[in-house]
């Protein structure tokens, strides 16, 4: 156990629909990233938070988005879903904004069908 | 920008030395070191700051070149348990706002045989 919790594990939905990935930091960390992992594109970086604030976007697409509460856990919503969003996607998380290790979740794996 | 990782796979016996090169054309902050094992998440390595400190786990060693943007990774005395694909990741030395997440490398594979 990581110390980082993701939920769901897997989720397999239509596409057009939307989904919520949620993710509940590791004690002691304020900054939460989210990263899409697929076979062809590696992982990539959607889009992170720092003690509640967005703090740098990567490649997140406009149907997708993200929040931190004030109790650090932080929320991916995926809307209008499309074949192509099929992937593994991860929260990390590490002390402070730069300079720390990551400590990543177990993931979440969404099938869209 | 995406680091470039090289090679792209490597397959060794037990006991025997890789190596793993990561190099960005950006000014980096820092250089970050993952394992990720098939179906599981990245495991955190090492991260190698610019002026040289270092945090990580003992059985690991890298080396950041500034000059150069580059870092490499050195698996000595490899064991099964260091298969799976490594990957680098990098933190741009200027960032908006100060912070940016980690862009990974494409990964390099190790394969460690019996």
């Known amino acids: 156990d990581s110390g980082v919790t993701q939920t769901p594990k897997h989720l397999i939905t239509a596409t057009g629909q939307r989904v919520t990935l949620r993710c509940s930091p590791r004690s002691g960390d304020l900054s939460v990233y989210w990263y899409q992992q697929s076979l062809d594109q590696g992982l990539q970086f959607l889009i992170q938070?720092?003690?509640?604030?967005?703090?740098a976007k990567g490649n997140i697409l406009e149907r997708f988005s993200a929040q931190q509460f004030p109790d650090l856990h932080s929320e991916l919503n995926l809307s209008s879903l499309e074949l192509g969003d099929s992937a593994l996607y991860f929260c990390?998380?590490?002390?402070?904004?730069?300079?720390?290790?990551?400590?990543f979740g177990s993931g979440t794996r969404l099938t869209v069908v | 920008q995406q680091p470039v990782q090289s090679p792209q796979a490597v397959i060794l016996r037990e006991g025997e030395d890789a190596v793993i090169n990561c190099s960005s054309s950006?000014?980096?902050?820092?250089v970050h070191w993952y394992r990720q094992k098939h179906g599981e998440a990245p495991v955190f390595l090492m991260i190698l700051l610019k002026g040289g400190e270092q945090k990580g786990h003992e059985k690991i060693s890298a080396s950041f070149n500034e000059k150069k943007q580059q870092s490499s990774l050195y698996l000595t005395a490899s064991q099964l348990s260091y298969s799976g694909t490594y990957f680098c990741g990098t933190e741009p030395w200027a960032s908006g706002g100060g912070a940016d997440g980690l862009t990974f490398g494409k990964g390099t594979h190790l394969i460690i045989q019996p």
């Open positions: 938070y720092y003690n509640g604030e967005e703090r």
């Open positions: 950006k000014a980096l902050y820092s």
């Open positions: 990390a998380s590490s002390v402070s904004v730069r300079g720390y290790g990551y400590t």
